[in-house]
């Protein structure tokens, strides 16, 4: 059997929606516990499959994990396993954070070599460069990342790319540094909130560490780290896909357990499309959308850029404004999956190289269409909230890997949106092989 969700176009959303805990955030910090011998609890963490995923990642690495309520216990159970095997880490890049403080803690790291994905080729020469300044010796050995060292070694580290900066290379090497020998300064670190919310979690099992959210981090490496209690940050990502809903369906909506001062860039490219976004507290933020959407230009930049991951649900919006808009995707330039996809829903967008020209049209049309990542699968979902009649996606998995409980805080603002059940149409090939 397989899941896929079902929108009935054409309701305006309104009310309150609580944002879940940051996705990005918690598995650097999952990542993290393998640092200490002693027990950590984590809470706020949002009920994904990725999160599931790395809990057996961490199981398999000899940690006790449980999960209940949104809060992981881990404490270590057998530091001498030092695998994370292929089936597992193919399924989601994010595992190769585990990578620093297997490296850090246990000296030594197997880390099947996580691949590419549709959004992109994905390198991590970044990760494995930071690592080897560290004094880590690592190698590419039948499809695994293997590394050992005799001990880290604080180093200067000059980590930005071609694509600008990096977040999990930047988690990984800060992760590592922190049981390093003597300092290790890492220069063009990634500045997002989940590298700053990682350094917290890291400060509070005894770790010092200064610039977090900055471009130059400075880790004074301590002989060992304790066990902690922290709360993730809530999913600034998810919310702004609650923002550009409202915007989407005229909505009204108020986005609570968010962090208004972390979602500038998305706010302001809302105002500029005519809606209202105004922050009503610290951790809270009502979008209300106009009837006429503006076309406007938007680049995805690292943070405090315009984040990638809401390139696709920015242009559903895009798709139905009166006008002709430009999206450019600088840190993932072939993050365009969607695109077709949207135009099976009559949208009009032509990719141009990492640009894509959208030319408005009036309305969208529900049909059947299939996620291809992640956010993808949330562009999906926004615009069949503004088309007439029914989109059905499929490839529900994706979805699942980063949004909460989506079609329940959806449905409390309003949407007609169900998960369903089926079972797939048998074709004759597979009826030949039964
Ligand atoms: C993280 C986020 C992901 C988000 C992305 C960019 C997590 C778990 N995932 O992914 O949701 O879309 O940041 O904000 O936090 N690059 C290199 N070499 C490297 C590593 C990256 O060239 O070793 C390039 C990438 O191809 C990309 C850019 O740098 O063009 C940014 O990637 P990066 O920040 O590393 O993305 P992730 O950390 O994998």
Redesign the pocket.
């Known amino acids: 059997m397989l899941d896929k969700i079902v929108v009935h176009g054409g309701r305006r959303l309104q009310g309150t929606v609580h944002a879940s805990g940051s996705?990005?955030a918690v598995?650097?910090i999952l990542a993290a516990t393998l640092l200490t011998e002693e027990p950590c609890e984590i809470r706020n963490v949002p009920d994904l499959s990725d999160v599931h995923l790395m809990l057996d990642i961490l199981d398999g690495l000899g940690m006790r994990t449980s999960f209940a309520s949104g809060t992981v216990r881990t404490e270590v159970a057998d530091e001498s396993i030092s695998t994370a095997p292929y089936d597992l880490v193919h399924q989601m890049?994010?595992s190769i954070?585990v990578l620093g403080p297997l490296l850090a803690k246990r000296k030594r790291a197997q880390v099947a070599h996580p691949g590419g994905c549709v959004?992109?080729?994905?390198?991590?020469?970044?990760?494995?460069?930071g690592l080897k300044a560290l004094a880590a010796e690592l190698q590419t050995v039948h499809g695994y990342l293997e590394g050992t060292t005799v001990g880290l070694t604080g180093a200067h580290i000059f980590l930005g790319?071609?694509?600008?900066?990096?977040?999990?290379?930047t988690?990984n090497v800060l992760m590592a540094a922190t049981l390093a020998r003597g300092t290790t300064v890492i220069e063009q670190a990634?500045c997002?909130p989940?590298v700053v919310d990682l350094a917290d979690f890291l400060t509070a099992m005894g770790a010092q560490i200064e610039g977090a959210g900055t471009p130059r981090i400075t880790v004074h490496g301590v002989e060992r780290l304790g066990g902690a209690t922290h709360e993730v940050i809530p999913d600034r990502?998810e919310a702004e896909t609650f923002m550009i809903a409202s915007a989407i369906t005229c909505g009204d909506v108020r986005i609570e357990s968010c962090r208004p001062d972390q979602m500038v860039a998305v706010a302001e490219v809302l105002r500029e499309c005519g809606a209202s976004v105004e922050a009503l507290s610290a951790q809270s933020v009502r979008v209300r959308g106009s009837r006429y959407i503006k076309p406007v230009d938007v680049t995805t930049f690292?943070?405090p850029g315009y984040?990638?991951?809401a390139q696709a649900q920015i242009m559903a919006l895009m798709s139905v404004a009166d006008g002709i808009s430009v999206i450019t995707d600088k840190?993932?330039p072939d993050r365009y999956m969607h695109v077709s996809e949207y135009n099976r829903m009559g949208a009009q967008i032509r990719k141009n190289g990492p640009t894509a020209v959208v030319q408005g049209v009036e309305f969208l049309s529900g049909a059947p269409v299939k996620a291809t990542d992640l956010r993808a699968s949330a562009g999906l979902i926004l615009a069949g909230l503004a088309a007439q009649g029914e989109t059905e996606m499929h490839q529900v998995q994706h979805l699942d890997r980063g949004y909460d409980r989506i079609e329940q805080k959806l449905i409390q603002l309003g949407a007609a949106i169900e998960r369903v059940r089926y079972a797939p149409r048998r074709r004759k090939s597979d009826r030949r092989a039964a």
Request: with cysteine; charged share 20%; net charge neutral.
């Open positions: 996705k990005n598995l650097p890049r994010a954070c959004i992109g080729t994905r390198p991590i020469d970044l990760h494995v460069k790319g071609p694509f600008g900066s990096t977040v999990t290379g988690a990634a997002e989940e990502i690292a943070y984040p990638t991951d840190v993932y």
